[in-house]
């Protein structure tokens, strides 16, 4: 029985991600989230002694949990500081070539959203964060602070799909003329001004949602690191991306529809000219999506979506 959590971190859709990606217990696999490193034993748990997993993750604090937890395994494990936006560098550095299977476990993990002084959740009033790696300069307090009124208007509407965007912006763009806003209660009262009907979820968890995004740069990281792992895959290789809100989701939906797509001839065009060869398969047509038991024993997994994308032809 392969081990599905610990202190650090619960991980979601854990028996549905391994039995689609780990389907030779020989191959060479990539975590490119290793986070508390549940997803990473699990794998680790699955692969014989010849198989080979390397995992990767910007979070130091991260790295030395795991690798305290994960100690037993180090003869077919391999660990490496990085954002996986280069997933191509790391695998050379780790001396492969091709990989039989990468999982991406997009977001916060849970020991980041429980660590106040990460400034992730808008449950602790400190000072303002979000940062995924804590040795980068760009911070959720330079992105209040500093960004423009209508930048952050923009950023809050489309990362954020928060309504209130324009209202939000403003009154934080008026509030920082008196002084900066350097913590997370500060910034949630400004939040809760813009909203003038009585909210279901907390007033401030998309705008957070959105600062946090822009902070790390989520899904640019998630666009480029997808066209490198498509490269790294083997034949019959997959690819499996865990996502936690429509954005992310949307990205890699559209991004396996292009990629499982043989023809790239412009849709006007009524016959392929292009003669385009099909080289991946969607094998989940519809995202597979955490059951009843796991949402109730963990409330984050409420929206994960997992899609895997299988390697056919070079």
Same mark, same amino acid.
């Given at each position: 029985m392969e081990n599905i959590g610990n202190e650090y971190h619960i991980p979601v859709l854990f028996y549905e991600t391994l039995d689609n990606l780990v389907i030779n217990p020989d191959g060479i696999y990539i975590d490119c989230t290793l986070g508390g490193g549940s997803h990473s034993e699990g794998i680790l748990q699955r692969l014989s002694d010849k198989g080979l997993l390397i995992s990767i993750d910007q979070d130091i604090n991260a790295i030395e949990y795991s690798k305290k937890r994960l100690e037993k395994y180090s003869s077919k494990w391999?660990?490496?500081?990085?954002?996986?936006?280069?997933? !191509?560098? @790391?695998?050379?550095?780790?001396?492969? !070539?091709?990989?039989?299977?990468?999982?991406?476990? @997009?977001?916060?993990?849970?020991?980041?959203? !429980?660590?106040?002084? %990460?400034?992730?959740?808008?449950?602790? !009033?400190?000072?303002? $964060?979000?940062?995924?790696?804590?040795?980068?300069?760009?911070?959720?307090?330079?992105?209040?602070?500093?960004?423009?009124? /209508? $930048?952050?208007?923009?950023?809050?509407?489309?990362?954020?799909?928060? %309504?209130?965007?324009?209202?939000?912006?403003?009154? @934080?763009? /008026?509030?920082?003329?008196?002084?900066?806003?350097?913590?997370?209660?500060?910034?949630?009262?400004?939040?809760? %001004?813009?909203y003038p009907e009585r909210a279901n979820k907390h007033p401030a968890k998309k705008t957070f949602q959105a600062i946090r995004i822009e902070v790390n740069k989520e899904l640019e990281v998630l666009e480029k690191a997808m066209d490198k792992a498509i490269n790294l895959l083997k034949l019959n290789g997959r690819l499996a991306i865990i996502t936690f809100h429509s954005l992310e989701d949307r990205i890699v939906k559209n991004k396996f529809k292009e990629l499982s797509t043989a023809c790239k001839c412009p849709k006007d065009i009524p016959i392929c000219m292009c003669g385009g060869i099909k080289r991946f398969e969607i094998l989940t047509r519809k995202p597979i999506i955490p059951n009843d038991e796991e949402i109730k024993n963990n409330n984050r997994a409420h929206s994960s979506k997992l899609r895997v994308l299988e390697r056919i032809d070079f």
């Open positions: 391999k660990v490496f500081k990085g954002n996986f936006e280069t997933i !191509d560098t @790391i695998a050379y550095m780790a001396g492969v !070539d091709k990989v039989d299977g990468i999982l991406m476990d @997009i977001g916060v993990s849970s020991n980041q959203l !429980d660590e106040p002084e %990460r400034g992730f959740s808008y449950r602790y !009033d400190v000072k303002l $964060d979000m940062r995924m790696n804590p040795e980068q300069e760009l911070s959720a307090y330079d992105v209040v602070n500093n960004y423009s009124e /209508e $930048d952050l208007s923009k950023i809050i509407f489309e990362y954020g799909e928060e %309504r209130h965007a324009k209202k939000i912006a403003k009154l @934080i763009s /008026e509030e920082r003329k008196k002084a900066p806003i350097t913590t997370t209660f500060e910034l949630i009262s400004l939040i809760k %001004r813009a």
